[in-house]
């Protein structure tokens, strides 16, 4: 295998990219509105696939610690709202998932989710103060990516 050579489209002290979306249940956010002290974006490419559901759901059992830091989490695929509600139903998770169909949030980011290479690639980006502080994006090799990544 060749080696792997992330790209973001942004950078570490950048400001992070504004967007409005609508999650799951129909509502508009907009990410310069959202108060908090930090805030986890985590791209993945589909609801209900094995990795996906994986990464998920070890953020749903982390999901106090990681509160408790003063973070909010936003999970974002090309998903529609109606399969977002189906898969935060089915595994309970205390977080709110963006629905970007037409790839708008994923391609201002630099994150792959509609590509065939996607489906092995998990991008997280951690903002402080409305800047990148972090940003993470590597293949799938173990379970609890997206947590090691915090």
């Known amino acids: 295998m060749p080696d792997y050579k992330p790209h973001f489209k942004i950078q570490i002290g950048d400001t992070a ?6 999650i799951q249940d129909g509502s508009i956010i907009e990410l310069n509105k959202i108060k908090s002290k930090w805030i986890v974006l985590f791209f993945y490419p589909e609801d209900n696939t094995p990795t996906c559901t994986k990464e998920a759901c070890n953020l749903r059992d982390h999901f106090k610690i990681i509160k408790d830091c003063g973070a909010i989490i936003f999970g974002i695929s090309p ?3 109606a399969k977002h ?5 089915k595994f309970s998770l205390p977080y709110d998932l963006i629905a970007d169909v037409n790839h708008e949030i994923s391609s201002a980011y630099g994150c792959l989710l509609y590509t065939s290479d996607a489906a092995d690639e998990r991008s997280s980006v951690d903002l402080g103060g409305r800047r990148i502080i972090k940003t993470k994006k590597q293949q799938t090799k173990k379970k609890n990516i997206l947590l090691s990544n915090l």
Do not use: G, H, L, R
């Open 17 to 22: 990219v504004n967007f409005k979306a609508t």
């Open 79 to 81: 998903d529609t709202e």
């Open 85 to 89: 509600q189906k898969f935060i139903s």
